[in-house]
T-cell receptor, first 110, second 114 residues
Framework: KQEVTQIPAALSVPEGENLVLNCSFTDSAIYNLQWFRQDPGKGLTSLLLIQSSQREQTSGRLNASLDKSSGRSTLYIAASQPGDSATYLC?????????FGKGTKLSVKP | NAGVTQTPKFRVLKTGQSMTLLCAQD?????MYWYRQDPGMGLRLIHYSVGEGTTAKGEVPDGYNVSRLKKQNFLLGLESAAPSQTSVYFCASSSFGGYQETQYFGPGTRLLVL
């Protein structure tokens, strides 16, 4: 059974800092790895999707990598801004469904 | 396009009462999903549908029923609500369930069962 773990559970950084969020999964037979953002009281917004045959995806200041052999994915956020404050969730797609991690709550201080 | 919408936004129920949560999507997506989100537990899949007229169980289906009579709508029913069903419920949809597809989420329904 696929399990997805995110470390750390919470992270506070000063504005402008580059940061990395970590995600690990137990079943390497995933067909994609997705990163979502969730703002308080809101639904999830898709940030990046990495297919199993890919190693990374980039969107603006965000870069996500996937290493299936080690069961890890990272989300790199460059030059963080207070508007990046949110909870970030990763999810592994396998057997037709998404298995979510519990998320990392990011706070970027001005 | 409105994307994925959920009705109601918030509801309080007494133990034993029933209710139906409505999810609607205007993206002509085949797949639809119901999740619940609890503190410290993450999102867990309740039921999903791979097309009109089909439904399937997810990770935590007990106490819930679903129906997909129309392609654009996915209903989640609680026949006899229990305090353990207090949660935030999210609906999502995707074109298909394949490796290229992301899921689009609704804003959520907060349910409190007393």
């Amino acid at each position: 059974k696929q399990e997805v773990t995110q470390i750390p559970a919470a992270l506070s950084v000063p504005e402008g800092e580059n940061l990395v969020l970590n995600c690990s999964f137990t079943d390497s037979a995933i067909y994609n790895l997705q990163w979502f953002r969730q703002d308080p009281g809101k639904g999830l917004t898709s940030l990046l999707l990495i297919q199993s045959s890919q190693r990374e995806q980039t969107s603006g200041r965000l870069n996500a990598s996937l290493d299936k052999s080690s069961g890890r994915s990272t989300l790199y956020i460059a030059a963080s801004q207070p508007g990046d404050s949110a909870t970030y969730l990763c999810a592994g797609g396998s057997q037709g469904n998404l298995i979510f991690g519990k998320g990392t709550k990011l706070s970027v201080k001005p | 396009n409105a994307g994925v919408t959920q009705t109601p936004k918030f509801r309080v129920l007494k133990t034993g009462q029933s209710m139906t949560l409505l999810c609607a999507q205007d993206m002509n997506h085949e797949y639809m999903y119901w999740y619940r989100q609890d503190p410290g537990m993450g999102l867990r899949l309740i039921h999903y549908s791979v097309g009109e007229g089909t439904t399937a169980k997810g990770e935590v289906p007990d106490g819930y029923n679903v129906s997909r009579l129309k392609k654009q709508n996915f209903l989640l029913g609680l026949e006899s609500a229990a305090p353990s069903q207090t949660s935030v419920y999210f609906c999502a949809s995707s074109s298909f369930g394949g490796y290229q597809e992301t899921q689009y989420f609704g804003p959520g329904t907060r349910l409190l069962v007393l």
